[in-house]
Each structure stands twice: as structure tokens, then as C-alpha cells.
């Protein structure tokens, strides 16, 4: 069992670390953290994370993983008391594997915060996720205790006996941790509740942005509307305005002709009071001889 749960642990977070990996070309988990939009000479920042969420993550990470990982190096240092005995291989191989998974478990936690994590809220949901597999190994065994007590006591008590009374088990502090997890699982369903409640706010804000959107578009679309027939009519103005010049144009050509008509119709005039006086004085010149 405790190999298969430690089998089980390690596929959890190279799950969690490949999620975490940014590959072009393949579908992943990551979130960028800046949006550069089209319209835009700047680029915005998506992630609200704080130094608050650092903070819970940092004493998360302490306080669960500190035990684990010192007590794989109090293993692996305590191998050397058997030498290269049976006993002495299974201390130093159980404190590597210890401190290996536990590693792997803070590996885990802060690559896949600093991938998919843009708030706090996320942060601390993601890190309390990854600590519960942590936990796995004592999960296990309080289910064993709840199941067959007394095979896990007798189990127990062989462990303790091989080691000359050296290793001491303490089902009080698994029943305890088991106690803290069933809490951690009941935050965090709160936590999901507020997830979900801020994700249907924010599908609200949504909605309200789409109508506003679309009135916006309609009335974008009206204003194209009335700016191409306000081109075309300053084109028909332009026209009329072309044809009055070339009206005004016509005009003044026959104001002109018709001045020089004048004029002539005047010279004529005066040449033909010119020809009645002389026919005058032709008359008086006639009558007289």
C-alpha cells in the first residue's frame, strides 16, 4: 500500500508539473499573466495575486511540509546506525523517498501556482489541493485504522519491534492530521462557493458588457449610416455648386455680348441720325435750286 500511494503521489504532481509547462502547440493549464490587446500600445496584467497569497503559500508549504521533509533527512541520517543491513537500506530509501515526494510536492505547488494562480483565492486553493495529495500517505493509514485496527496495530507493533523499539508510530497524530484535512476539505468547498459566486457575478458583469456592446454597435452602425449620406450630400452640393459657376460663368459671357450689342446698336444709332441730317441739308439743297 504505501508504495502504491507514493506511485499514486508522484503521477499526481508530474500531472500538476506537466499542466504547468508552457509548450506551444499542445493544450495546457497556463494562464498568462498580461494581455496585450489589438487597439493597444500597452500591455495589461491579468494576475491580481498579492503579496498575501506569497504569504499563505509560504506558511502553508512550512507548516506541511516542513515535518515530512526533516523527517526523511532524520531517516536517511539514522541509516547509517545498521550499516548496510536490511534494516539500514529500508530506513535510508523510505527517508529518500520521503524527502523525495515531499520535494516533489513543493516543486509542484509553486510551479503550478505560477502557472495557472491570478489571484489569491486561487493561490491558496491551489496550494491546499496539492498539500491534500501530500497528505495521501496519512490518509491512508487513518482508513486503515478505521478498517482493521487491529491488523494495522499488529502491523505497527512488528515495525516497532524489528527496530528495537527505535521508531515510534503515533496514530494519535494521524488521527489528528486526518482531523485537519477533513477542515481543509471544508474550506475549501467554501471556498468553491465563493468561486462560484464571483464567477456568476463576473458572467453578469458580462452579460451587461455584451448589451452595452451591441447598443454600442447599433449606434455606431447609425452614425456610419447618416456620415454616408452627409457625404453624399455634400457631393450633390459640390455638383450644384459646379453647375451655378458654370451658370454664373454663361451669364457674365452674355452680359458681355449683349453689352457689345449695345454698344453697336447705339453706334448705328448715332450713325443714323448722322445720315437723317445730311439727308436734310440734301432736301434744303434740292429745294433751294
Not at 495546457?28 to 494581455?35: C, D, K
Request: proline content about 1%; glycine content about 4%; charged content about 25%.
Amino acid at each position: 500500500p504505501a508504495l502504491a500511494v507514493l506511485a499514486t503521489q508522484t503521477l499526481c504532481f508530474v500531472f500538476f508539473i506537466n499542466e504547468a509547462s508552457l509548450e506551444f502547440g499542445e493544450e495546457r493549464m497556463w494562464i498568462y499573466s498580461f494581455s496585450c490587446p489589438r487597439n493597444k500600445l500597452d500591455c495589461q496584467s491579468n494576475s491580481d495575486v498579492s503579496v498575501v497569497g506569497w504569504i499563505f503559500f509560504g506558511l502553508f508549504g512550512f507548516i506541511h511540509l516542513t515535518c515530512d521533509m526533516l523527517n526523511g533527512l532524520k531517516l536517511v541520517w539514522s541509516a547509517s546506525k545498521y550499516g548496510f543491513s536490511g534494516k539500514g537500506v529500508r530506513i535510508f530509501f523510505g527517508g529518500c523517498f520521503l524527502f523525495t515526494i515531499t520535494a516533489l510536492a513543493l516543486y509542484a505547488t509553486v510551479v503550478y501556482n505560477f502557472a495557472t494562480s491570478r489571484s489569491d483565492v486561487e493561490m491558496i486553493f491551489n496550494t491546499v489541493i496539492l498539500l491534500v495529495v501530500n497528505d495521501l500517505d496519512e490518509k491512508l493509514f487513518m482508513s486503515l485504522n478505521v478498517i482493521s485496527p487491529e491488523w494495522l496495530e499488529k502491523i505497527t507493533s512488528e515495525i516497532v519491534s524489528s527496530f528495537n523499539g527505535d521508531v515510534r508510530m503515533n496514530i494519535q497524530y494521524a488521527r489528528a492530521n486526518h482531523q485537519f484535512i477533513t477542515e481543509q476539505t471544508s474550506n475549501i468547498v467554501q471556498i468553491e462557493n465563493k468561486l462560484a459566486e464571483n464567477s456568476n457575478k463576473i458572467k453578469a458583469v458580462d452579460a451587461k458588457q455584451e448589451k452595452m456592446a451591441t447598443k454600442f454597435n447599433k449606434k455606431s452602425n447609425a452614425i456610419r449610416t447618416v456620415e454616408v449620406k452627409h457625404e453624399k450630400l455634400k457631393t450633390k452640393v459640390k455638383g450644384l455648386k459646379a453647375r451655378h459657376t458654370t451658370n454664373n460663368k454663361k451669364i457674365k459671357t452674355l452680359e458681355t455680348k449683349n453689352q457689345g450689342l449695345h454698344k453697336k446698336v447705339e453706334q448705328l444709332e448715332s450713325e443714323l441720325e448722322d445720315l437723317k441730317a445730311k439727308f436734310l441739308k440734301f432736301l434744303q439743297t434740292v429745294e433751294k435750286h
